[in-house]
C-alpha cells in the first residue's frame, strides 16, 4: 500500500528539482533564467484566478491543475529568493505552518478554547498583534493595494469595523448609496473626469460595503451579474440571427425587444 505522505514529499522534491534545473544558469531554460519577482507576480495572480474559475466552474477535473501551477508560482519565487540569499522553500512552509498554528490555538494548544462564536475574534486579534510585532500598527497596515479593487475595499472596511467604524446595518449603507448617487448626478453636467472618477470611485466603495453588511463577497456578485448578461446578451444575439437580422443594423429598440424576449425565457 501506498504512503500518501511519502509520495507528496517526493513529488514535491521532484517540482523543486525541476525548479532548480530551469534555473541553472548554464544549463537552464533561458526564458526561466531572466524571469524576477516582479515579472513572476502577473502569473501567480493569473493562476490564482484560473484556481478560482475552475473552483466556481466545479470543474474538479482541471482543479488539480491549476493548483499544480500555483504551487509551481509558489516553487518559482522561492527559488529566486534561495538564489537572492533570502529564504528556501522549506522557510516558507515553515512560516505558513507556524502561522497557522500560532492562529489556531483551539486546534493545537493544549488548554484549547473550542468556543466556535470567537474564534474569529481571536484569529484578527492574533493577525493585529503579528501586524503589530513588525511594526505595522496601523489599523489598515498590510492590505495589499494589489488585491482587486472591490476585495481591497472589503477588507479595509472590515479592518475599520474592528474598530468600530462602520455602519449599524445594511439599511444605513443603502441611504449613504442614495447620497452618492445624488453627488455624481450633480456632477453629469459638467463632465469632469476627474470628478467623475471620484464619484463613481465612491459608488462602488459604497456597494462594496453593501455586499460585506449583507455577507456576501462583492467580486461574486459582480462575476455572477457579468456572466448573467454575457449569457442573456449572447442568446438576444442568437435568437436575433436566428431572424436574419444583425445587430449592427437594430436600433436599440429592437435590441432591447430581444433582451426582454430572453429575460422572458429565462424567467419560465
Known sequence: MSNPAASAEAELRRLLDIMAALRDPDTGCPWDKTQTFATIAPYTIEEAYEVADAIAE?????????????????????????????????????????????????????????????????????????????????????????????????????????????????????????????????????????????????????LANLARKLKLDPEACLRHANDKFSRRFTAMEQILEAQGQALAELSLGQMEAGWQQVKATERG
Open 58 to 206: 466545479r470543474d474538479f477535473a482541471t482543479l488539480s491543475d491549476e493548483l499544480g501551477d500555483l504551487l509551481f508560482q509558489v516553487v518559482y519565487h522561492a527559488r529566486m529568493a534561495e538564489e537572492a540569499d533570502l529564504f528556501d522553500f522549506a522557510t516558507v512552509a515553515r512560516c505558513i505552518s507556524d502561522k497557522m498554528i500560532r492562529r489556531h490555538p483551539h486546534v493545537f494548544s493544549e488548554a484549547a478554547d473550542r468556543d466556535a462564536a470567537g474564534r474569529p475574534a481571536a484569529w484578527e486579534a492574533q493577525k493585529s498583534a503579528e501586524r503589530a510585532a513588525r511594526r505595522q500598527s496601523a489599523t489598515l497596515a498590510g492590505v495589499p493595494a494589489v488585491l482587486p479593487a472591490l476585495t481591497r475595499a472589503v477588507k479595509l472596511t472590515s479592518r475599520a469595523a474592528a474598530v468600530g467604524f462602520d455602519w449599524n446595518d445594511a439599511g444605513q449603507v443603502l441611504l449613504k448609496l442614495d447620497e452618492e448617487v445624488q453627488e455624481l448626478r450633480a456632477e453629469l453636467p459638467d463632465a469632469d473626469p476627474a470628478r467623475l472618477t471620484d464619484e463613481v470611485g465612491d459608488m462602488l466603495f459604497v
